[in-house]
């Protein structure tokens, strides 16, 4: 059974930064991958980035930028570092894992559990 467990959700102000964490266990991750999705206050689930197992990235458009993914195959955990954050980046943020690839978007976070591997969720608050 795949466990996904994320951390460094929090709050931080508008310009800050946080990285957030995520550990799977149960896979191996070469063979997976691994992504972040983010429920919004107004409740769209959107695919905000991801790793696939040639190492291709995806950012959608708003993060361009300002937010990186990464992983350590060795500790099977991979991070999305966030900088020059935003109010609009407030949000519920969950760590994914597929074989298969992520849809752009959900029409909520809770279809997402379909996935290979899901996390609990992990809020990010930003304030002006």
């Known amino acids: 059974e795949v466990q996904v467990v994320e951390s460094g959700g929090g709050s931080a102000q508008v310009g800050g930064s946080l990285r957030l964490s995520c550990t799977a266990s149960?896979?191996?991750?070469?063979?997976?991958?691994m992504g972040w999705y983010r429920q919004t206050p107004t409740n769209e689930c959107e695919l905000v980035s991801s790793?696939?197992?040639?190492?291709?990235?995806y950012y959608v458009d708003s993060v361009e930028g300002r937010f990186t993914i990464s992983q350590d195959i060795a500790k099977d955990t991979h991070y999305l570092s966030m900088n020059s954050l935003k109010v609009e980046d407030t949000a519920v943020y969950y760590c994914?894992?597929?074989?298969?690839?992520?849809?752009?978007?959900?029409?909520?976070?809770?279809?997402?559990?379909?996935?290979?591997?899901w996390g609990q969720g992990t809020p990010v608050t930003v304030s002006a």
């Open positions: 149960g896979l191996s991750t070469g063979v997976f991958d």
């Open positions: 790793i696939d197992t040639d190492g291709a990235i």
């Open positions: 994914a894992i597929s074989e298969l690839g992520f849809p752009k978007k959900y029409p909520r976070c809770s279809i997402g559990r379909a996935l290979d591997g």
